[in-house]
C-alpha cells in the first residue's frame, strides 16, 4: 500500500520597528520563486503607492543565513525577513503549534486564516517580541508530500533509517518511526537529494 504523508510547513514573514530611512532592506533566501512572490509584490505595491519615497531591497541570501533571520531582525541587521520556524527550533516555540501532525486537509486561504488568528495571539506576539520582530504576514504553502529517491515506501517499517526533511509535528512522529531528521533548508532540498 502506498502511503502519502502530508507535512505542513510554516513560513512567517516578519517585520521590525520602523526605521528613519525610506529603504528597508529584506532578508529571503534562495532564489526568487512562489515563496516570494508575495514579498516581490508587496515591494512593487510600496514603491507605487509612495511614489518611489519607500523602498524595499530585496537581497536573496546576501544580508543572512535562511536559519538566522530572526537574529538579524533582533539586532537591527535588516528590517525586514522571511523566515520558517522549524529552521531552528526553539526560537519561536509558540508558532510552532501550525506545525502539529495529522490535521486535516485544508485549502491555503484556511490555512492563512489560522496563521493569523495564532499570530494575533498575546503569547505569539510576546514570544516574537524576545527578537524585536512583529509577525505582518503568513506564506501558507500547500501541504507537503513524502518525496523519495529510495523504492516505494510500502510499510511503517520502511521508515527506520530514512533521511526526511520537514517540519517539527511530524518529524517527530516519523521519528518514532525510525526516520532521521534533516535540517536541510528548502533551497538546498534538490542538491541534497542528488547528492544522497
Known sequence: ??????????????????????????SLWGKK????????KIAQLVDEKTNGDFKLNIS????????E???????GAFEMAQFCS????????????????????L?????GEIYQKVYKHPIVKKDLARWNA???????????????KSEDLKSLDDFKGLRVRGPG???????????IKTGVPFSEVRQAMNSG
Do not use: C
Open 1 to 26: 500500500m502506498k502511503k502519502t504523508i502530508a507535512l505542513i510547513t510554516l513560513s512567517t514573514f516578519t517585520v521590525s520597528h520602523l526605521a528613519a530611512s525610506t529603504t528597508w532592506n529584506v
Open 33 to 40: 520563486r512562489a515563496f516570494t512572490e508575495h514579498v516581490e
Open 60 to 67: 536573496y541570501g546576501g544580508l543572512s543565513k535562511s536559519k
Open 69 to 75: 533571520n530572526l537574529d538579524g531582525i533582533s539586532f
Open 86 to 105: 522549524f529552521y531552528h527550533k526553539g526560537k519561536n516555540p509558540t508558532i510552532t503549534v501550525t506545525e502539529l501532525p495529522f490535521s486535516k486537509q
Open 107 to 111: 485549502t491555503l486561504p484556511q490555512i
Open 134 to 148: 512583529t509577525l505582518l504576514m503568513p506564506t501558507p504553502l500547500p501541504q507537503y508530500n513524502i518525496v523519495s
Open 169 to 179: 509535528g511530524i518529524m517527530g512522529v516519523l521519528g518514532k518511526l525510525g526516520a
